[in-house]
């Protein structure tokens, strides 16, 4: 933007305050500690980013904390949060999602002055003035219950008032599967409203629907959880100008980057190889992390002579705890929650498949289980018959499909691992 | 391999006992208990693997006498004859081409074989076949599993047992991150969530009733504000009462009291201090004046010697040298011993140098480090010859035994040597030459004995080739005659006439039924021949091929025996010309050719013994020579060295008369000398010095007595003959007693002046005081001390009333705060009454009181809440217990995952140990299987369990028997079967070896025995067995079963064996 703005604003969602980082198998204290204040962090850099760049209002679009376990603290630091801001001048509109109903705000804070919340009724509005001058006019609705599976866009008004017009909603635009499909819509619908700017939120993933007329953009988490959730997150600093044309850039809140990395072991000789590797892929994480925390996931993989020595190896003790050495209390640390063995050993499963011999006999078992019609049902009923199967049959029933085969791959793995050791020795 | 003979030299019972020609299919040994089968298996073992360990078991020396062991003759797989034979531990392998081995055939020609192996495969009796141990031997195990499992020996059970174990870890009670542990942390986590989840519900309660407290507590606090003011009023009237009853008092009494109010300030104390002071100066005048008295009288009676004062310097310098004189005059009679011993040392130096020694000579004594030098240099010189003199004389002595040494064992050498024969031959190229023919020889005579049985065998085996040649030509001489084929014809035409006849005199019909049947009758004779003759050449024909092979077997065994017989007489021509060189007469036998080497081997041995000793008697003579040479050298340079230190000796003797000391003064004594002059001179020094300390002792104490008696003079002390120091003490004593006396009057004097003084000071002080009260008593207008004490009380009173009107006013002034407050307080005290006051404020102070505690009570409320919320806001507990429990689940998951995985895995390989089971048995149970369904009509098949080596039995209707529950006879067919296939098995991978059963079909019933009967023929066909029993019956069976096809053609050679001897059998009749 070559003039400078009109006005410019924040907007961001799905802060999710409070909540745990999912899927990690391993941390200090020190680390954790890290992790627990993340989500807290990421929404004060957002504040601290509207109070710098001297935003006219803030909105956050939904799910600011999950209403599921009703952390007070969560609520207590958002109030917190808030009040810094409208005590330097950002007024801050606020919609609550599928994680954060109205019907959860249970504490009952009363919010600072400046702060509006959308109800969960209508659609309602709040001007946002400048002295008499009026800037803005936000539209947005709340949820008054966690699952609203109606399209709320045709609550919306479809003739506004004001030279600039902000539509708030949280909800999924276009069916994306990856995500609950709470108050589904698409993104015609959106168009078809007369907004200038709809500030969504649900969607996990940064991403800008439309450029213009409208501007609908989705900011995404502004700091990553789990291991779903890898690389920069953040808010967008939309900037208005002079004509009412809005130009969203993204600025990245995380205070700890997720990272997953995948080392093929088929090019290296020896554990000191492998070794070497992965302290220059633990610093080249470093750098992309640029001075935050960083999670990272290492998934080894290919067939190789260190197969072999690797699955003798106690990977946690041998692997991961020196990859971890030294990370706890650093601010810029690189942490590996864990490390997966998905190497394979190097062994022609093509040729020995053809074989007519205990290792061919073998394979063609696997083969037969993995061109089933039904792959997890006919591997469940093999595990049914453990009796210890009825204490994880409901968790073995969560999982996907594709967890299925891999569970398969593996057990395939170890059987060759198993059998053919005295071979490779 | 197989064995086609065997000699038995002497075991157990066997002596001499031998079989040649065995062929290589079924070799059947029939004798009773005790008639050497065992003997005769043991043999053959211990042939080929050596005699077992003394104590492990019977050897079987032989009873009979001869050597302990014999040969065996193998025919090896790839047509080499090989001898091999063990007498005694050693085992001999011997070949045609190649020279005599010693080595173990295990080794050398069965591929590594070892004894237990071969003993539990191929050589076994009843209690060898028992059990299935044997599949648990290693060597076993990988030929049984490995090869058609594409796997290591044990992978499968290691691989089922290490999942297993994990599975089972996985569930351990208390392991950490296992599946018990981390589901039972994840539920109690869960629980603990659920509990911290109510904290925002219970934050809006806490507040909602924090606001409620807080706006009551604001209205009690007010009303108890209102209270607190309206008593303050209450209390300050209270305590304004009595200063305001006061203030009213002291102004009545100020206006009483008005004419003593003018009054000298402290008048009463002024009058009272200068009255005791006055009492106190008359007391103290009268002390003064007692104290000058006292002293005026002591100052009179202490006395001053005044003469010893003026001495008192001279007195102090005397004594200050005191110790000096009492140190001199002690030290006389010490200097005075000291210069007497002093003396005497020096008279004992001299002495010990000698008589003729004096001070004068002694001073002319040289003691110089040059002169220690040469004199060392002589000493170093002359004791260096010496001991080269000594050590040429030692040498020499040395020498003289040594050549007397070598002169002994010279004659020794000689003595010894005429002693000894001379051998023959007596040259050693000539005995090397003959060795080397005899060792020709022995390997010839091998070769004969060894081409002479293959003769013999070949000659067997075409003797039996041409028997069954002629036998095939009887087969195929013997007439088949077939239906002629012209009775075809005849019956054709027999019918044509029948039809033209039936024809003619009965019907057409029945002539063409007859010109028909002719035709059907005559096409069937002529198939019928064309059948027969087909038959015969099918018949005739496997007996001609087999009669062209049985003329090649002939024509080949010809060839092969006339090489034979060829290479035997050329063996023989060249052992007879080979004798003819080594001996006269020339050996014959293998006992000849031994006896002779034994005589060469002697005759080596004294040939060698003659050489060593004329090699000893010339070293002896040698060293004779050598040492003589090198006495006569030594005793030279022993004549040498004596001369040169007598020429030292002369010179060093020369020297010392020169430098004043005698002749016979030795260098080494020198030093001693010298020491001795040096010590002299030392004391001569202590003499002088004793000498002149005495002197100087005596001088001055002549002089120090001679100042004590002037200064004794001087003091007017008598004069004593010889003072000392006793004299100098008396007089130090008197000074200081002088001295003493003196300062006392000093003293007494000074006080005495200053009590005179101190008189005079009283005296003026007494009469200032009587004027200062006279002026008091003035101004107070009294005229004594008594009225001025009288009205001074008064003026007191007058002053302590104006101080209460005073204070009161303040103290009212204080309460009210202001002059006008002041006025409304007065006011309000002359109106209010007490009484009605104090009711008042009593009803009050109630309450205020109940509305103090109220408040209180609300506050602590207000206060617990607010903490309350405080700590909610803090409380992050929610957030750990949820990290702590995605933590926890992500562990869960991964636990479960991998039971999973391993369980899938069991799956896996069971999975394709089952396949493995159903369809792909090793290639040793396969064969064992054959065995076994020869044996039991395919009753049974064996099938290998992959998992733990065990064996079961499958009938079928696919049911499975575990070895258990086998019967005796079916488990013995088990073992049977399952050793001849290893036995296969083996043979495929190594040299084929015979089998060799003992008495293993005991436990057999006659089918059973005939099933086994079939399998060891079937077996024999490619593999050699040799078989041994006691039951006749069992080569009746198997002369029966050869007569069947396929069986016709494994060889079967019979024995029997009684009592130690070997004697073919004939075949028995077929039963």
Known sequence: MTESPWFSFVHCADLHLDSPFEGLHALEPDIAQVLRRATFQAFDNIIDLAVKEKAAFLIVAGDVYDSAHRSLSAQLRFRESLRRAAEAGVQCFVAHGNHDPLSGWEAELALPEGVHRFGGDRVEQFAVRQGDEILARVYGISYPTREIKDNLVPRFPRKVDGPFAIGVLHGNVGGDPNHDNYAPCSLSDLVSCPMDYWALGHIHNARILREEAPCVVYPGTPQGRNVRETGARGCFLVRVDAGGRPVPEFVPTDTVRWFVETLDISALDNLNDLLEELARLKEDIRTRAAGRGAVWRLSLTGRGRLHTLLRKLDLERDLTQPLREGEAGQTAFVWLESTFLRTRPPVDLARRRQMQDFIGDLLRAADHLRHDPDPPRVLQEVLSRRPEHRLLAVRLAQLASGDWLTLLEEAESLALDLLLEEEED | ?1071
């Open chain 2, 1 to 1071: 391999m197989y064995i086609s003979g065997f000699h038995i030299e002497g075991f157990g019972i066997y002596r001499g006992q031998g079989l040649h020609g065995l062929p290589p299919g079924l070799i059947l040994f029939v004798g009773d208990n005790e008639s050497g089968k065992t003997t005769l298996m043991a043999f053959i073992r211990t042939v080929l693997f050596g005699f077992r360990r003394k104590g492990s078991g019977n050897d079987y020396q032989p009873l009979l006498g001869g050597s302990h062991g014999g040969r065996l003759l193998l025919c090896m797989q790839d047509g080499r004859l090989v001898t091999v034979e063990r007498l005694g531990r050693q085992a001999t392998i011997l070949t045609p081409e190649e020279a005599p081995r010693r080595g173990e055939p295990g080794e050398l020609l069965l591929g590594g074989m070892d004894r237990d192996t071969f003993e539990h495969i191929f050589a076994i009796g009843l209690k060898e076949l028992q059990g299935l141990e044997v599949l648990t031997r290693e060597e076993v195990r990988g030929r049984l599993f490995s090869a058609s499992a594409g796997l290591g020996p044990a992978s499968v059970p290691a691989a089922l047992k290490s999942i297993d174990e994990e599975l089972a870890a996985l569930w351990a009670p208390r392991a950490k991150r296992r599946l018990n542990t981390l589901s039972d942390r994840l539920r109690d986590l869960a629980r603990d969530i659920k509990n911290v989840e109510g904290q925002a519900a219970a934050y809006a309660a806490c507040r909602r009733q924090k606001e409620k407290l807080e706006a009551r507590a604001r209205r009690e606090f007010e009303e108890l504000e209102n209270l607190r003011r309206r008593l303050r009023r209450l209390e300050q009237l209270e305590q304004a009462r009595e200063p305001w009853a006061m203030l009213l008092t002291a102004q009545q009494k100020v206006q009483e009291l008005e004419e003593v109010k003018d009054f000298p300030p402290h008048g009463l104390e002024q009058l009272e201090h200068l009255t005791e002071d006055l009492e106190q100066l008359d007391l103290s005048l009268r002390e003064r004046e007692a104290e000058a008295a006292r002293l005026a009288e002591r100052l009179e009676q202490i006395p001053v010697d005044e003469v010893l004062l003026a001495q008192r310097e001279h007195i102090e310098a005397a004594y200050g040298e005191r110790e000096k004189i009492a140190a001199a005059l002690a030290e006389l009679p010490l200097l005075r011993r000291r210069l007497n011993q002093a003396q005497e040392e020096f008279q004992g130096r001299l002495q010990d140098l000698g008589p003729d020694w004096d001070t004068a000579r002694l001073s002319r004594v040289d003691t110089s480090v040059a002169v220690r030098q040469q004199v060392q240099e002589f000493g170093r010189r002359l004791i260096l010859m010496e001991r080269r003199l000594e050590q040429l004389q030692i040498q020499e002595r040395f020498l003289e035994e040594e050549t007397e040494t070598a002169q002994r064992q010279l004659e020794e050498a000689r003595r010894r040597l005429d002693q000894t024969p001379l051998p023959v031959p007596a040259d050693p190229e000539e005995l090397r030459q003959r060795k080397e023919i005899l060792s020709l020889l022995r390997t010839l005579r091998h070769r004969l004995e060894l081409w002479t049985a293959q003769l013999q065998e070949r000659r067997l085996r075409q003797d039996d080739a041409r028997l069954r040649l002629t036998f095939l030509r009887q087969q195929l001489e013997t007439g088949y005659t077939p239906l002629p084929w012209w009775l075809g014809i005849l019956v054709a035409t027999a019918g044509f006439v029948a039809s033209a006849f039936l024809s003619f005199y009965t019907s057409p019909l029945a002539g063409n039924m007859a010109v028909l049947l002719a035709i059907f009758l005559g096409a069937a004779a002529f198939l019928w021949h064309r059948h027969q003759l087909r038959q015969a050449r099918a018949r005739l024909a496997p007996v001609a091929d087999e009669m062209q092979q049985v003329k090649d077997r002939i024509h080949t065994l010809q060839g092969e025996i006339a090489e034979l017989e060829s290479r035997l007489l050329s063996a023989e021509e060249e052992f007879s010309d080979r004798a003819r060189q080594v001996a006269d007469p020339p050996p014959e036998g293998l006992e000849d050719l031994e006896r002779l080497a034994a005589d060469l081997d002697q005759a080596a041995q004294e040939l060698q013994n003659r050489l060593a000793l004329e090699q000893e008697m010339n070293r002896a003579a040698a060293q004779l020579a050598e040492s003589r040479e090198r006495l006569q050298q030594a005793a030279e340079e022993t004549r040498q060295a004596r001369q040169e230190l007598e020429a030292w000796q002369s010179k060093w003797r020369a020297w010392a008369v020169e430098h004043g000391f005698t002749p016979e003064l030795q260098p080494e004594a020198f030093e001693a000398v010298l020491q001795t002059v040096e010590r002299a001179r030392e004391a001569s020094a202590k003499v002088e010095e004793a000498r002149l300390r005495l002197g100087e002792a005596e001088s001055y104490l002549a002089e120090a007595r001679s100042r004590l008696r002037a200064l004794l003079e001087a003091c007017s002390r008598p004069l004593p003959d010889e003072a000392g120091v006793e004299h100098l003490d008396a007089l130090r004593r008197d000074l200081k007693e002088a001295r003493e006396n003196q300062k006392t009057r000093g003293d007494l004097e000074n006080r005495l002046t200053a009590a005179r003084e101190h008189l005079e000071h009283l005296r003026a002080l007494q009469e200032n005081k009587q004027k200062a009260l006279a002026r008091l008593l003035e101004q107070a207008g009294a005229p004594d001390p008594d009225e001025f004490r009288r009205r001074a009380g008064l003026h007191e009173e007058y002053q302590r009333w104006l101080k209460n009107r005073e204070d009161s006013r303040i103290a009212l002034l204080a309460l009210a705060g202001s002059p006008e407050a002041l006025a409304r307080l007065e006011q309000e005290l002359s109106q209010e009454d007490a009484l009605e006051l104090a009711r008042e404020k009593e009803a009050l102070l109630a309450r205020a009181a109940a509305l103090s505690d109220s408040v209180s009570a609300l506050n602590q409320e207000v206060g617990r809440l607010q903490e309350q919320l405080e700590h909610l806001a803090r409380e992050e507990t929610l957030g750990d217990l949820l990290q702590e429990q995605s933590l926890l689940e992500e562990q869960f998951q991964e636990a479960m995952q991998r039971w999973a995985v391993l369980v899938l895995c069991r799956h896996l390989v069971e999975e394709a140990r089952g396949v493995y089971e159903r369809e792909r048995q090793p290639q040793v149970i396969r064969e064992a299987d054959r065995f076994l369904g020869l044996m039991t009509g395919d009753r049974y098949r064996l099938v290998a369990s992959l998992g733990d080596h065990s064996i079961q039995l499958e009938d079928r209707t696919l049911r499975r028997k575990d070895q258990i529950h086998w019967s005796d006879g079916l488990a013995d067919q088990v073992y049977l079967a399952v050793r001849l296939g290893l036995a296969r098995e083996f043979s495929r991978h190594t040299e084929p070896l015979p089998v060799i059963l003992d008495d293993v079909l005991v436990k057999f019933d006659p089918r059973r025995r005939r099933g086994a009967a079939r399998v060891i023929l079937e077996f024999a066909r490619e593999q050699q067995v040799l078989l041994f029993t006691c039951h006749p019956e069992f080569a009746e069976i198997v002369a029966a079963l050869q007569q069947e096809d396929y069986l016709q053609e494994t060889p079967v050679a019979y024995f029997r064996l009684s009592d130690g001897t070997i004697r073919p059998g004939d075949p028995p009749g077929i039963v």
